[in-house]
């Protein structure tokens, strides 16, 4: 609960709100009810990301599907001093989803006004999934979300697939992860 706060002051922010599904009034105590609720999810797991030995942003996969070997992901650098190093988190992550959660496609859901996410996805090897675009209302306003997968094979085969760091799992059941 430590890190409540900090998570709710960077999720708060206009900077990262703007691009979230939600948003979320600045509650201290809905936030640490969210947080203890996030450590009884099974298909759901949260980290801080470090920088530098500081705290600057928080990353997460959830509706980790063993049966279709998928699971969806996202993240965001709440500290504006680091903005940059947002490119350098998701090759990490890929290969621990790819290796210790042993999934076979990466979803992804950006809003189609995210430009910078979405080329950086291609970069990375992501395609297209018209088939599960959709449609929110954030704000009164309508905003089309992009989906997007991430292939194991094509990954394993970039550059990026040698950028491999050890996730922290003290927190959750290892069984549903084995391979």
């Not at 209302?137 to 309508?142: A, L």
Request: aromatic share 16%; glycine share 6%; net charge positive.
């Amino acid at each position: 609960m430590a890190d409540a706060e900090k998570i709710l002051k960077w999720r708060t922010s206009q900077r990262v709100t703007k691009f979230m599904n939600h948003d979320m009034d600045h509650d201290i105590e809905a936030q640490k009810r969210w947080l203890e609720a996030c450590y009884n999810k099974e298909s759901y797991y949260h980290w801080i990301i470090q920088y530098g030995g500081k705290d600057v942003g928080l990353l997460n996969f959830s509706g980790l599907n063993l049966d279709y070997r998928t699971t969806s992901w996202g993240y965001y650098i709440g500290e504006e001093s680091v903005l940059g190093i947002g490119g350098l988190v998701a090759p990490y992550f890929y290969n621990f989803a790819f290796d210790e959660l042993c999934v076979e496609k990466i979803l992804a859901e950006v809003f189609y006004n995210n430009t910078s996410i979405i080329s950086g996805h291609l970069r990375q090897g992501y395609a297209f999934d018209p088939s599960r675009d959709h449609v929110i209302i954030k704000n009164g306003k309508t905003i089309l979300v992009i989906s997007m997968y991430l292939n194991k094979e094509k990954f394993q085969n970039s550059k990026m697939s040698r950028l491999k760091q050890k996730f922290p799992t003290l927190n959750w059941n290892a069984s549903p992860f084995e391979k």
